[in-house]
Nanobody
């Protein structure tokens, strides 16, 4: 059994910063891409950022220049450093990772989500 556990969410003022962390644990052979999505009330879940096992990154246009995704492969951990936060960044942030746990192509696992609230 594997799980992704996020931490680091909370309440911050406009212009502030937060750092989210997500640790993958369990019987994991390898991890391909890792990333973060978010879902605001009444809206669909959207991609925030992703990073491949080789370190290539991808960002939503709305967070480019403000958010930085990184990962520590030795710790099976992905981070999201969020700066210059805006009220529109308020959402539940979900970690995801493409995990290989045995024969086959692997699967996409999700964390339980962590709330980020940016006050104006």
């Amino acid at each position: 059994q594997v799980q992704l556990v996020e931490s680091g969410g909370g309440l911050v003022q406009t212009g502030g910063s937060l750092r989210l962390s997500c640790v993958a644990s369990g019987s994991i052979i390898s991890i391909n891409s890792m990333g973060w999505h978010r879902q605001a009330p009444g809206k669909q879940r959207e991609l925030v950022a992703s990073v491949t096992s080789g370190g290539s990154t991808n960002y939503a246009d709305s967070v480019k220049g403000r958010f930085t995704i990184s990962r520590d492969n030795a710790k099976n951990t992905v981070y999201l450093q969020m700066s210059s936060l805006k009220p529109e960044d308020t959402a539940v942030y979900y970690c995801n990772a493409h995990l290989v746990t045995g024969p086959g192509p692997g699967f996409l696992a999700w964390g339980q989500g962590t709330q980020v609230t940016v006050s104006s």
